[in-house]
């Protein structure tokens, strides 16, 4: 039976594990499409601008911080800063700030942020070892593979059991992508995807905390881990994914099988990322375009009575906070999202600093934002009326958000998105040659000169 909802364990299993092992290992360079390469630079340049971006936050600089009191190696680049740590560290520091503004890429099928977790640990490993731009994008491509078909086996039950699906799957996509790129054999990659099993990182408790952001980080600096201790001979179970104990049938009442191989391959995970205009949760977004949408329409908060917003029950679930307090809560809030969306036209990380999120006239707006739940409508869409004070209503229903697959960030939107996030950090003339360097990704000798930019 494919799919197993009770809790009854699988003990005939497909041999998962080695399944992988054996696609980690053997898969060819650049064996997809070019569609499939390019949204793989894509992938990157998103990943690449919002680590960038976050630098200089505050959770960055107290895991710098805590970092240092190792005195680590001189091994790898932060992004955005001068300073260098070992390997782990910076693949920990890097996938914290890629995280950090809540902007980072987005696999809708099962809500994972794939890049943050798998490019910080191949972009710490491979500046270590001298990786081509090539072996990279191979690396990238082959980790978001693995844990975006693991999430797909296990979704949703595992996330709605409190994990925060992007650190539990990212560390094994991790693993996967740093045993590719050491060019480990079958053998040694079964025993980091088995390795790496054992380290699930995040709940959702921690959302709307410097927590969330670790996840990611702590994700990618555990599979990277996982590969290095494979490299050098350490074991771990041949089927730690699949077995009744294992990660996958301990980790949710749910998994299919059939998620993690059919067309094994020959369809690429990577193909259906997506990428936030908007610097918050991806259940927001249908929301923030509505909005943004009102504001066209000639609503102001001074014009306004109030808005009646209708969403599915998630997105009130992950995001209902009514009164966030600073702007990491914020980015966990629909109400200010309307908000923001009314009021400057946009949510980008600036809207959600925390003057922003405490200021009264924001406050005063975000209650005028009237939820409920209405689960006959998609989780990625939003209904959103303003009722003004002279009586008149404008309706606006939004099926698929600017952002989704449906309708997608062009590349010229990525470009803008990239350059409001690294200007401020590297510069305007850095920014621009940065970004001709991540397109030209599949070229480069060498991380040399994207890292230079880079900081």
Known sequence: MAINTQVEADRNAPPITQILAEFVATHPSAGWSAEVDHEAHRTFLNWLGCAVGAANHESVNAALAAIQEFSPASQATILGRTERVDMAGAALINGISSHTFDFDDTHLKTIIHPAGPVASAVLALGEHIGASGRQILDALVIGIDVACRIGNCIYPNHYDRGWHITGSTGTVGAAAACARLLGLDVAKTQMALGIAASQPVGFREQFGTMTKPFHPGGAARAGLTSALLAKHGFT??????????????????????????????????????????????????????????????????????????????????????????????????????????????????????????????????????????????????????????????IHIFVKNAIGSLENPMTNNDLENKFKGLTHPIIGEQQTQDLIAICWDLKNQANLNKLLDLSK
């Open 236 to 393: 771990a179970s041949t089927k730690a994914l699949e077995a009744p104990r294992g990660m996958i049938q301990s980790y949710s009442t749910k998994y299919d099988w059939s998620e993690i191989t059919t067309d094994l391959g020959k369809r690429f995970e990577i193909s259906f990322n997506s990428y936030k205009p908007f610097a918050c949760g991806i259940v927001i977004h249908p929301s923030i375009d509505a909005c943004v949408q009102l504001k066209e329409k000639g609503v102001t908060p001074e014009n306004l009575e109030r808005i009646e917003l209708k969403v599915h029950s998630l997105v009130l679930e992950l995001t209902g906070k009514k009164t966030p307090k600073d702007g990491l809560e914020g980015k966990f809030s629909v109400y200010h999202g309307c908000a923001a969306g009314l009021v400057f036209g946009r949510a980008s990380e600036d809207e959600y600093h925390d003057e922003i999120v405490t200021r009264p006239d924001m406050v005063e707006l975000r209650a005028k934002v009237i939820a409920t739940v209405d689960d006959s409508i998609s989780e990625a869409s939003a209904d959103v009326t303003a009722v003004l004070k002279d009586g008149q209503k």
